[in-house]
């Protein structure tokens, strides 16, 4: 029991059952944080280091409880603090990380392509954090646990993504991931904010929120990413929030059990409005499926069942 691949650099071309086994896997280890002692053997020796170039809150501290949890010694390295600021590569801060024998290396980047660029070049296991504009798959893999554990299944399960799709990798992750495992997902955003190539992914792409959201299962709102955004996409929050903002009336299109996502953080008043976001949500139980999952891709990678012996 083990993923094919030594890391998990996206949810593009990841078959559906190597996802239902993560998912599964990450059922089993949901557990593991309700006891008492949150803690079971499975990579006790082995070294995880958390080396994240950008900020982050709930990816970051995920992946750290998910390791300490499996027992693994976990490192967290901030590049603020590192030998980084002096000039130092993305590549030579890796390989002298891998040279103290570390068997796994989480990163974000904002430049796209970044892990892989390391997996290709590492011994060590490497785990996409997030990276620029191209995948997020572990907040996929959460957000499709999530949607199974309230839904029951991911096939069938009509979900719209709305928002800002373009910069957003997480949106990318999630077509792929629910895509492959059957759901039926549709698109929603401003025209600037949606790729030019969104069509090729064979979703329908809806321009009104209203449309968008009637008689979905599942309302993914995406984070306004005003920080990756060149001027001019978009007249403003006030005018952004008004025809793509979720609020009580469109959540009432949606089908009667119908959730409401969002991977965080959340613009309250902008991308979802703070009665939905703290009465309607599912957002922290996706923070809490977060540990599970990161824990089952970590034990997956390192071997799976081979990893408790």
């Known amino acids: 029991m ?17 996802i ?26 082995k070294t995880v280091i958390n080396l994240f170039y950008e900020a982050s809150t709930r990816t970051r501290t995920s992946f750290e409880l998910a390791g300490k949890r499996l027992s693994a010694d976990v490192v967290n390295i901030s590049t603020s603090t590192s030998s980084v600021v002096k000039g130092e590569t993305l590549l ?18 904002s430049c796209s392509g970044a892990p892989e660029y390391l997996a290709q070049r590492l011994k060590s296991s490497v785990i996409n954090a997030g990276d620029g504009f191209h995948e997020h798959p572990t907040q996929a893999l959460l957000d499709m646990f999530t949607i199974r554990e309230k839904h029951g ?18 949106a990318r992750s999630n077509l792929y991931g629910l895509t492959a495992m059957g759901a039926k997902v549709r698109v929603c955003g401003p025209p600037t904010m949606l790729p ?6 064979g979703v329908p792409v809806f321009y009104d929120m209203d449309e968008a959201v009637r008689g979905a299962d599942v309302i993914m709102t995406l984070r306004l990413q005003l920080e990756r955004q060149a001027a001019g996409l978009f007249p403003g929050v006030r005018e952004y ?3 793509f903002g979720l609020n009580r009336a469109r959540l009432e299109k949606a089908a009667k059990n119908a959730i409401v996502m969002h991977p965080g953080p959340i613009n309250r008043g902008v991308e979802i409005a703070s009665d939905v976001a703290d009465h309607h949500s599912v957002i922290l139980d996706q923070v809490t499926n977060g540990v599970a999952v990161r824990m089952a891709v970590m034990f997956l990678l390192s071997g799976g069942a081979k990893a408790e012996a």
């Not at 030019?196 to 992914?201: A, E, F, S, T, V």
């Open 241 to 243: 929030a008004r025809l």
């Open 196 to 201: 030019r190539d969104i069509m090729k992914l």
């Open 20 to 45: 239902k086994l993560i998912l599964d896997t990450a059922a089993t280890f949901k557990d593991v944080s309700e006891r008492d002692i949150k803690k079971v053997p499975a990579l006790r020796g």
């Open 2 to 18: 083990a993923l094919s691949s030594k890391d998990l650099l996206g949810i593009k071309g990841m078959a559906a059952e190597e």
């Open 92 to 109: 030579d801060t890796a390989r002298n990380i891998e040279a103290m024998k570390s068997d796994m290396i989480i990163v974000r980047h």
């Open 153 to 170: 299944r991911l096939e069938g399960v009509t979900v719209a993504i709305v928002g800002d799709i373009l910069h957003s990798r997480v």
